[in-house]
């Protein structure tokens, strides 16, 4: 290889080193070529690039992009997982399943976040349930304890609630359960006023009444002839 193709090779692992914090290392040796590009393939679906390295530059491209744990892990064929904005779950369960199936692929370590990783934590890594599921139960388990938290709270207040409403209906109010409600306006009866016939007939009956209870007048001739009648 020309000079400036390692120059190249070099410069393009140390921008992937300095892009991904995590990454996979793995030996291949043994791997046919069509079953490096069934690993790409799949590991392409989970946001990671699959590729095969030689340790000498990628030694140098560590050194240069400040990841010196790197390099103890470039021993023998070399193939590195570089996880950018992937399933790093899903890539290490990829990965750990090939390992399993052609009993061939070997995993060797790797880079979690910018924290060195052990093949055994790889495998744990692996095992993990998938991103989205995990994600889940996090909430869940979040979410769980909140709940019970509310419940606590939320028994008391519904107890003031019902001393609330008890102390102001015993003096005429509005309970704290309708506070904000507009009340209904009241219907106002009309009582109907009285026809004209039925009040011709009251007056009438009113008069009868009065001239029930009054004495007769004596008229003005009857009065004289008494007076005279008294003289005598």
Sequence with gaps: ??????????????KRLRASDTLIVADYRGLTMSEIDGVRTELLKHGARFSVVKNTLTKRAAEEAGVPSLVELLEGPTAIAFILEGDMVAVAKSLNDTARQTKVLILKGGILQG???SA???????????ADVLQGQVVGAIVGPLNAIVGLFTAPLRELVGVLDARIEQQGGVGAAEVGEQPEPAVKEERPEPAADDQSGAEAEAESKQEEGAEPEASATETETEGEENGN
């Design 1 to 14: 290889m020309l000079k400036r193709d390692k120059e190249r090779v070099v410069a393009e692992l140390v």
């Design 115 to 117: 924290e060195p990783v």
């Design 120 to 130: 055994e934590q790889v495998q744990k890594l692996a095992a993990l349930p998938p």
